[in-house]
């Protein structure tokens, strides 16, 4: 029912475009996350969306209707924003009683709305307090049950949880995925983190430089990112060059890599660091010499370098390898869990 | 819509706002000795007369110089003021901050009366040089308000960096405090040049009967009739304010000068 | 910077010159004035000390409550026009693109600093029968003939309040200016239109600036001295009036400076007030 469908989707700042010809499709219920650097234009695109913006080129539907022109008091979208733009003057009842007030709900309906909706994030008997007494966290929840008086069509979230700690971003995160999907609402979050959005969507749009590139579920995102720029956004990557032979065979830092075919002679290709397995040099197609070793505890992360390329790998505590800077060892990228990437 | 209609609020604000200033420049513009508008024939002669008759002339060449003055003394009490209370934490000396901005808050009738109960007390009634201190302390509080803003933007990093390179407290004023504040001190030079320019009540109740400064002289002017001459003086005036704070903008931060936070990025 | 207390005597060094400008010209003057309204006036020179309270029995006159009750009611609707119509302008001119706010700026300070004789002279222009807006009337086809609006009641209010206009932008501009944009935007995702979102959001998350401005602007008119007498009849003359004419025309010193007196009081009152609004709403 409220999907929400940009087509060519288009924003200019004097000859600027901080986005550029966007297109997205959102399914009804479901969760995506704008996910990219500052400046992206992502926020500039959940704008367009509110109605806050209004687009230089290009269409916003949302159920099939084209609410391009549609001033933002008429789409009916819930919205919560990075600064949560509580209401200083409001108590929080009247925070989240606003939209139904300014629409003549009548008293009693607003009262009983108010209290369903603190129960629903989990405040009940906040009503009278004023907002200014609040914690981070708290202030989050009644901006969120504020957005959602309306039972809006649409709910769209700036950075909503930039301002909290990280314990409770973390919390904050499965909580607000959980409400969505209680709900069943369709929800734009706009967000730099990708632990946030690998926690929460269900679709991860990753942005840059006012384009899509790429839109698809987390895991994907992170086992066959679209281009170098995803690969290296998301998570922490190897990114090798590789050459392919006369012969064919692929070579990377020095070594044979079998199993893998490149759509040119020369390209890029990704590997997780968790997927670099150390194996004996003797055995290995590709050696290296140890540079660093970052012990962290939970994981242990060995630098490599091998034919002027820096290859990281992770190992895990239990397999404890005895390394020193300065030891050579053998490196096995698995073809599965590498990635060819465009130039 | 409502885009369209805070346009024409705004548009109708201005036009009221300059309607007087453009009737008195367009009378001002007469070829003849009366005050008509739109103006009959054109002629720049009546702001010829403000440099040519002796008694505009001289008028002029006071205010200037009352301004000037006034303007330099009202920042030498306002910069050591402002860094003392920037430099030390002495709550009790906020009382003469309070001092210095009381002047300018009250109804100005107040302080040109105790101006001139003083004055005349003191036995100086009438001494073209009181005008200057008493325009100086009632305009104090323009640069003391700059200045003191201009402190508060200090990352007071800067002064500890300054002090660990061996700076003492006399070169850190000088190299780096200095320097920075130097844009909200000729700001408030400017903001009590312009207001000193244009005081009248203060002027007249201390010296108005000795010292001519050219709003006293429209003003005695007004009551013989009013002549073209005088809108000249007021296009002169609205001139001189409108040059001063454009500079005042083009070398400075206006928004922030007055009260906004540091300009708006995003 | 501010957390050490001075150390040596010579760290006070740079409070003496203002400290003695500003005890010996505004502390001192200020005494002098509150004595010589307890003064005896004599004819032919200023005063004679004395202790006498009869310069502040004469406020019990009839005239002079009918004075001072004119200044106040005129004062408070200066400072309701100026507001009213400076609070959304203010609101519109810290939105507009810095270059154009900053033009408005230049403008608004150069207005505001004029003096009353020229904002007077201007106005009294402008009302006039020769040069003023009655000829575009008369040119428009709405008016017969030209003529003269000024002195009157009404021509004084609108002086009183174009002097007042750019200062009163200028006292809401900073609270404005930093106003969060996103209130406003968040009241329109919540269904609120621009001028709805105006009201219920803006206004009354501000309103303790509104009532520190309105008194601001209310002593700022009080204050006017010189526009009542270019733009009013006699009988609009305020109290600023009478405390100059008494000053220096009527050379009753004691007389004036217990009116001064008792418009410093006022003033202070009321000053106090509004900085303790806007304190109030600073600490929320």
Known sequence: ?343 | MSRLLARLFMAVVGIVLAAPIVVVAGVSFNAQRTLTFPPVGFSLAWFGEIFADAGWRGALLTSLAIAASSAALAVAIAFPLAWFLWRWHAPWARLFQVLGTAPFILPPVITALGFLSFWATAGFYGAPWTVVISHAVFLVTLPLVTITLGFSSIDPSLTEAAATMGADDRTVLRTVVLPLVTPYLVSGYAFAFVLSLNEYIIAYMVAGFTVETLPIKIFNALRYGYTPTMAAVTVFFVAAAALVFSLVARFGDLPRLLGAWSSRES | MTTARPQKLADYAPLVFPAVMLTVFFVVPFGIMVAVSFFRRVQGAFYEPDFVLANYARFLSVFFGEVLGFSLVLAALVAVVAVTIAFPFTYLLARLPRRRQVLWLVALLSIVSLSEVIVGFAWSTLFSRTAGITNVLVALGLMDEPMSLSPSFGALLTGLSYHAFPYTVLVLYPALARLDPTLMEAARTLGASPPCAFVTVVVPALRNTILATLIMVFVFALGAYLLPQLLGRPSNWTLSVLITDQAIYQSNLPFAAAMAVFLVLVSLALVGLSLLVGRKEAAQ
């Not at chain 1, 607003?110 to 209290?115: L, S």
């Not at chain 1, 049950?145 to 971003?169: G, I, N, T, Y």
């Not at chain 1, 973390?170 to 209680?182: I, K």
């Open chain 1, 1 to 343: 029912m409220t999907s929400l469908v940009l087509e060519n989707i288009t924003k200019r700042f004097g000859a600027v475009a901080a986005v550029d010809r966007v297109n997205l499709t959102v399914p009804d219920g479901s969760f995506v996350c704008l996910l990219g650097p500052s400046g992206c234009g992502k926020t500039t695109l959940l704008r367009m969306i509110a109605g806050l913006e209004e687009p230089s080129e290009g269409r916003v539907l949302v159920g099939g209707d084209d609410v391009t022109r549609t001033p933002a008091h008429r789409r009916d979208f819930g919205m919560v924003f990075q600064s949560l733009a509580l209401f200083p003057h409001l108590s929080v009842g009247e925070n989240i009683a606003y939209p139904l007030r300014i629409r003549g709900v009548p008293r009693a309906e607003q009262a009983r709305r108010v209290e369903e909706l603190l129960a629903l994030v989990r405040l009940p008997g906040f009503g009278e307090r004023p907002v200014a007494k609040l914690s981070g966290g708290q202030r989050q929840r009644v901006a969120i049950a504020r957005a959602l008086a309306l039972q809006p069509r649409l709910f769209l979230l700036d950075e909503p949880l930039s301002a909290l700690d990280a314990k409770l971003r973390e919390a904050m995160q499965v909580e607000l995925r959980q409400l969505q999907q209680r709900l069943g609402i369709t929800t734009i979050v706009v967000t730099h983190d990708q632990r946030e959005a690998m926690t929460m969507a269900d679709l991860v749009v990753v942005m840059n430089e006012g384009r899509i590139r790429q839109s698809a579920p987390p895991v994907e995102i992170y086992r066959r990112p679209a281009d170098t720029f995803v690969a290296d956004f998301i998570g922490i990557t190897n990114l090798l060059r590789a050459r392919r032979g006369p012969d064919g065979a692929v070579r990377v830092a020095g070594g044979f890599l079998a199993g893998v075919t490149l759509p040119a002679e020369e390209a890029m290709i990704s590997v997780r660091p968790e997927d670099v397995r150390l194996v004996p040099p003797e055995a290995a197609a590709i050696t290296g010499r140890v540079e660093f070793v970052r012990d962290l505890g939970a994981s242990i992360e060995i630098y490599v370098e091998a034919e002027g390329q820096r290859i990281v790998a992770v190992a895990s505590p239990r397999e404890r390898p005895d390394l020193q800077p300065g030891a050579t060892v053998g490196l096995a990228l698995p073809a599965d869990a590498c990635v060819v990437l465009g130039a």
